[in-house]
């Protein structure tokens, strides 16, 4: 069955420094999510993004962040400048049509 | 928007059932979603029901929806220990497409 790939599945990274999220969505999907867990607490809605434009996002997705679909295959999540309490997993989901979303397994983002 | 209500612990005995309870708010949505999640693991999707459905069952899962009352279950039986996780309901959100979570029930299983 086909999935979502993330990677890396663990990023670590300096304070103030720029990460990138990779995401390889199902091949035939149209409407592409990132989503954030914060070490126990409940999964979060980021962005949207279909048609290679943002759709929806929410008040935790701010100017330091940004998404990108670059070549057609990969789904980005981009952090310009990394805060403490960005430290968290990151889900990647992709949907085709009418269909249920299916997640990645997720990257753990540890800001030092 | 959409909002999603669980109770946040559940406790039973190997080899009981476990029924886990949700409520939503936005009685649109179309997608009604169980994950699992282990500890520093990712979702594993468990079911779905679409919204015209009112039961499905998958082997020892069983989802009940009560559209009228906006409320979700989640019956797993003959519980084991590997089923101890946590359990996310979660709902489509029509005003656009994402997906709006509950806090999680964590279910512990006793030997």
């Known amino acids: 069955e086909p999935e979502v790939t993330q990677t890396p599945s663990h990023q670590v990274t300096q304070m103030g420094q720029e990460v990138i999220l990779r995401c390889v969505p199902i091949?035939?999907?149209?409407?592409f999510y990132w989503y954030r867990q914060i070490l126990g607490q409940k999964v979060e809605f980021l962005v949207s993004?279909?048609?290679?434009?943002?759709?929806?996002k929410s008040e935790i997705f701010d100017d330091q962040f940004s998404v990108e679909r670059p070549d057609g295959s990969n789904f980005t999540l981009k952090i310009r400048s990394t805060k403490l309490e960005d430290s968290a997993m990151y889900f990647c989901?992709?949907?085709?049509?009418?269909?249920?979303?299916?997640f990645g397994d997720g990257t753990r983002l540890s800001i030092l | 928007g959409e909002d999603v209500e669980q109770s946040l612990f559940l406790s039973v005995r190997e080899g009981d059932s476990s029924v886990i309870n949700c409520t939503y708010t936005?009685?649109?949505?179309?997608?009604l979603y169980w994950y699992k999640q282990e500890p520093g693991a990712g979702l594993q999707l468990l079911t779905y029901?679409?919204?015209?459905?009112d039961m499905k069952q998958d082997q020892r899962l069983t989802v009940l929806l009560n559209k009228k009352d906006k409320h979700l279950s989640l019956r797993i039986a003959d519980t084991q220990t590997g089923d101890s996780a946590i359990y996310f309901c979660?709902?489509?959100?029509?005003?656009?497409?994402?997906?709006?979570f509950g806090a999680g029930t964590r279910l512990f299983v006793k030997a």
């Open positions: 936005d009685s649109s949505s179309t997608y």
């Open positions: 029901i679409f919204s015209n459905m």
């Open positions: 091949s035939n999907h149209l409407y």
């Open positions: 979660a709902a489509s959100d029509t005003g656009g497409f994402k997906t709006i």
């Open positions: 993004f279909y048609n290679n434009e943002i759709s929806e």
């Open positions: 989901a992709s949907q085709g049509g009418n269909q249920p979303q299916h």
